[in-house]
């Protein structure tokens, strides 16, 4: 072999070595990640070191404004008051409002029993809580419809039993809404459900249940497609999309489907279910859309919001800081001088949010503090870039290049006070969807998933207006029979709230005393 060859075969060894060690590198890092998902820390949680972050605008030679610093206002001396049943709170550390139940057992005295009773007298007595529980909170509503004569006729008349959701259901409102409730918001499959109402001595089908929750749902779809209309006439929209298996696929094999959550101006949320993740479904959801989008950085937001001019989008600053956080293991340095440097920018939001500040109050308070930290931040990333040691198989250069190509979209909440830094309200919004997903693993049918969105909607939203979703279930499940179909937005949480939550409609079961069965 001549020297030109050897040379040539030398060459051609260090390209596969070099290939092999970047290969070995990619997978060093997925080990890594896998590890981490496994056994390691999940929270995005961290605490900031000034020193990295003071280091960073140090090395760029830049200074961030600090906000001013107000004087803390000393806590009012709280006066000493009689604990109420507002507030119990026993010796044992049980706490609990007026609303529980309590059954008083009086404990005998043994005293007063024997010879010398007299010698005894009652002056005061002391109470133990103790928490306890029943088999079942079931109960079985027994209608009594007198049967009368008229006498002059002889003719018989049964007295009507009052009207159902639901006509010649063995079912009430009430176990109506706690049927989807449980399933929806504690993530109770039916079939758990099932087996409690056996364990409590009910024997009832599993597709009675499953046809009960379909027949809820069906009700109270018009009230969240009037909901997802609202929500989708807001001037900022927060969307993403999150996995369901739904529907059967082929044999035992189940078809990947969506949920796609959208957040309104108004703290509602509608969940629409979908086949696909394709941006069909975005073009159909926002056909007439015209404002802020904000989402994550998957690229079907972005090719929509270029292909109409209504629509602003910015992305969210959380989603590129987690591609720094997952860069640790590779460049622990650098990784720690990002992630310091969006720290500081979490910290100047924080500061704007304590002092409730909005409109063009918000938008002066975030160009004074958070626009220097930004540029700060982009800055250090054009640095970085410059970095000839960076290969593009880095974890490093694959975050820098996730902040970089969306660099206008992560600057919108510096122009738009009403666009959040981040979609974690919108994440936090859908969590019941994962955590269901965790329990019941699938929908048999893509039916049964829009049903399901239909109950999320409307249920979540409950929660984010402080309504008690068991009252709103058991109020609307009985107006939407009767309430006029063009006033049908009245009958979501947010308007609920401040037209009914007032005075709900109740079950037979809330409204006295069950008289037992001889």
Known sequence: MTFDELAARNQQLEAENGTLRERLDQIEQQLSW??????????????????????????????????????????????????????TVTAEGLRFGPEVPVEVIDVPVPELAGFDAGDYAVISTKSTYRLAQRPGSYVVLEYRCPVVKHIPSGKLKTTPIPGNVIERSVADVSFMAGLAID??????????????????????????????????????????????????GSQVLAMDETTMKAGRKGPGKMHLGYFWPLYGDADEVSFTFANTRGEQVIQDLLADYEGI???????????????????????????????????????????????????????????????????PDKREARQAYCAPVVETFWQWCDQQCQRLDLTPSNPLSKALKYAMSR????????????????????ERALRPIPMGRKNHLFCWTEVGAEHLAVLHSLLVTC????????????????????????????????????????????????????????
């Open 34 to 87: 896998f590890k981490r998902q496994l056994f390691g820390e999940k929270s995005e949680r961290r605490i900031v070191d000034p020193s990295v972050q003071s280091s960073l605008f140090a090395t760029l030679g830049t200074t961030v404004p600090a906000p001013p610093v107000e004087p803390e206002a000393m806590p009012a001396k709280k006066s000493r008051r009689k604990k109420s049943r507002q507030d």
């Open 293 to 359: 989008l904000l989402t994550d950085g998957y690229k079907v937001y972005e090719q929509h919001a270029k292909g109409h001019a209504g629509i602003t989008h910015a992305q969210c600053w959380a989603h590129a800081r987690r591609k720094f956080e997952s860069a640790k293991e590779a460049e622990p340095d650098a990784s720690a001088a990002a992630l310091a440097a969006i720290g500081a920018l979490y910290e100047q939001e924080a500061w704007i949010r304590k002092r409730k500040l909005e409109g």
């Open 463 to 518: 929660r984010l207006q402080g309504v008690d979703p068991y009252t709103y279930l058991v109020d609307v499940l009985q107006r939407v029979g009767e309430h006029p179909a063009r006033d049908v937005i009245d009958l979501t949480p947010r308007r609920w709230k401040a037209l009914f939550a007032g005075n709900p409609l109740r079950s037979d079961v809330h409204r006295g005393p069950v008289v037992p069965s001889p």
């Open 183 to 232: 399933k929806c918001l504690y993530h109770l499959p039916l079939n758990r459900q099932h087996q409690r109402l056996a364990a409590s001595g009910f024997k009832l089908s599993r597709s009675t249940l499953t046809v009960l929750l379909a027949r809820t749902a069906q009700l109270l779809a018009p009230i969240a497609q009037a909901q997802l209309e609202h929500v989708c």
């Open 407 to 426: 660099r206008e979209a992560l600057e919108v909440f510096l122009r738009e006070p009403g666009v959040q830094v981040d979609t974690n309200h919108l």
